[in-house]
């Protein structure tokens, strides 16, 4: 099992910027491909971006694509997410998550994630 700790959510105005971090620890943390989910009131839970366990291939949902960037340092063994460009439809609660398998050599689908952190708020508003 892989423990996962968010932070750095906030409130921002739109248009600006935050980083979210996660810091996993456990047996295997360092070999499973990471997660950034997001839940906004009312609404499913979406697949926001993904990072396999050596960082050489990522995964962004359409509406983050070309403002979120992420990133992980396997000797923190920390996943981060980069949020540019903030808009008022990014407020959500945001979670980590670790993938159920080791050394995927693509991201995981949204489905196959099996640890989870706890949630950070980031809310977008003037």
């Known amino acids: 099992q892989v423990q996962l700790v968010e932070s750095g959510g906030g409130l921002v105005q739109p248009g600006g910027s935050l980083r979210l971090s996660c810091a996993a620890s456990g047996r295997t943390s360092d070999r499973r491909a990471m997660g950034w989910f997001r839940q906004a009131p009312g609404k499913e839970q979406e697949f926001v971006a993904g990072?396999?366990?050596?960082?050489?291939?990522?995964y962004y949902d359409d509406s983050v694509k070309g403002r979120f960037t992420i990133s992980r340092d396997n000797a923190k063994i920390t996943v981060y997410l980069q949020m540019n460009s903030l808009k008022p439809e990014d407020t959500a609660v945001y979670y980590c998550a670790a993938s159920r398998a080791i050394y995927t050599a693509n991201v995981p689908a949204g489905s196959d994630y099996a640890d989870w952190g706890q949630g950070t708020q980031v809310t977008v508003s003037s």
């Open positions: 990072i396999t366990w050596n960082g050489q291939n990522t």
